[in-house]
């Protein structure tokens, strides 16, 4: 199986749209990620992802029977094994066929199909356009963020949940290919209008850098939209060069997941040494361990929300257990699984609930989430910076 990472991965409502939660509301992909390999031996730091606790695993020697009866008598093997995982009622278990994997695995090296836009709750309940990325379809059609988002291919988002919204943004199947259209239901300023937009192959900057306000030094905010491949070296980096002093703002709205360990390395910037999560696979239970070294003076103040999942969740709760940051925003989601994939006759590869993490105070995430040591809902960010500016880090 390749890229023996962990991810946490929730897929719950992208049923066959195996990249619309890889960057969950960001950037309208498809599937948040925290995966395991192959059975791995134990040990520290081994690459994992986050189960619902209240739902049994699916046992895989039942769907890898289903899928070799199904081989066998020339049906489905795809059917056969969404039959046993839809039984169990397991959200977060999924079966790919060959060529969904392979984009489920291009997201997390960074690529994925979509129009380029993230999505976001207000406090009000409306859906609204959070982030367009430059360059991507959503951009070329004028889209700009604050837009209200009102329907996706004529169906209603108002009362959906964003991971919803976010698979319809994605489409299934032939609807979520490169060059495949979607109608967007907009307003701005109380003009609405339709878009119809085609869904491009684009890449992500899943980390992005800036410096906020004019104090001396400036605090930095760093904006991680999903833990795929180097996110965790783009944070470190990001500060190791910051100005000697400065606060790190480190925003993990609408981050939906990626690989663990990307999320352990960047936990591993601001921290020396020491646990970031335990997890069990099959009731092996099993530890993830932060690289010594991480600065550990300047200040940190973290930006959550209700799309902070799975591997941000991850990342977060071991900065909030460890004291290492102070936590702002909303709640996050509460995706604390663990998966693993396995290959089954035909290429399809079936990604099984095999047990959850816990932070390093021992917290179960899954179904409840992360409060954030300050709760507030609009103008969280305003509030994380004076937070920042209280601990000594500028802004």
């Keep these: 199986m390749p890229g023996h990472e962990h991810r946490l991965r929730p897929r719950g409502l992208c049923r066959g749209a195996a990249l619309t939660w890889v960057f969950g509301c960001v950037l309208a992909t498809a599937a948040a990620t925290g995966s395991l390999p192959r059975d791995p031996a134990p040990a520290p730091g081994p690459p994992a992802r986050a189960v619902s606790s209240t739902v049994a695993p699916v046992d895989r020697a039942e769907i890898e029977e289903a899928a070799a009866e199904a081989a066998a008598d020339g049906k489905s093997v795809k059917d056969a094994a969404e039959e046993v995982v839809s039984r169990s009622g ?49 951009s070329r059609a004028g889209i700009r963020e604050g837009d209200l988002l009102r329907t996706v291919d004529g169906r209603p988002v108002a009362r959906r949940p964003v991971a919803e919204v976010v698979a319809l943004l994605r489409g299934d199947g032939t609807r979520a290919r490169e060059g495949s259209r979607v109608v967007l239901g907009l307003v701005r300023d109380g003009r609405r209008w339709t878009e119809a937009l085609e869904r491009a192959r684009l890449s992500t900057d899943a980390v992005s850098v800036s410096s906020l306000g004019g104090e001396r030094p400036p605090a930095v905010l760093v904006k991680v939209a999903a833990f795929t491949k180097g996110a965790g070296a783009e944070v470190r980096d990001a500060v190791r060069e910051a100005p000697a002093g400065a606060g790190i703002l480190l925003d993990l709205r609408a981050n939906s997941g990626g690989l663990v360990s990307e999320a352990v390395a ?12 335990t997890y069990d696979v099959r009731g092996d239970q099993r530890a993830l361990y932060a690289e010594p070294d991480g600065d550990t003076e300047r200040p940190v103040v973290v930006l959550v929300d209700g799309g902070t999942m799975s591997a941000a969740e991850l990342l977060t709760g071991a900065l909030q257990d460890r004291g290492r940051a102070v936590t702002v925003g909303s709640p996050t989601f509460g995706k604390g699984s663990v998966q693993m994939p396995s290959r089954l006759p035909g290429g399809s590869v079936a990604e099984l609930t095999v047990g959850h993490y816990r932070t390093p105070a021992g917290r179960n995430v899954d179904g409840r989430g992360i409060t954030p040591d300050l709760v507030v809902g609009e103008r969280a960010q305003q509030r994380a910076e004076t937070v920042l500016s209280g601990l000594g880090g500028g802004s």
């Design 90 to 138: 397991d959200r977060w278990s999924a079966v790919y066929d060959e060529r969904e994997y392979e984009e489920f695995e291009q997201a997390l090296d960074g690529s994925y199909t979509g129009v380029g836009l993230s999505a976001r709750r207000t406090a009000h309940g409306d859906v609204t356009v959070s982030r367009v990325q430059p360059g991507g379809p959503a």
């Design 266 to 277: 960047a936990a591993s910037a601001f921290l020396d040494g020491g646990l970031v999560a």
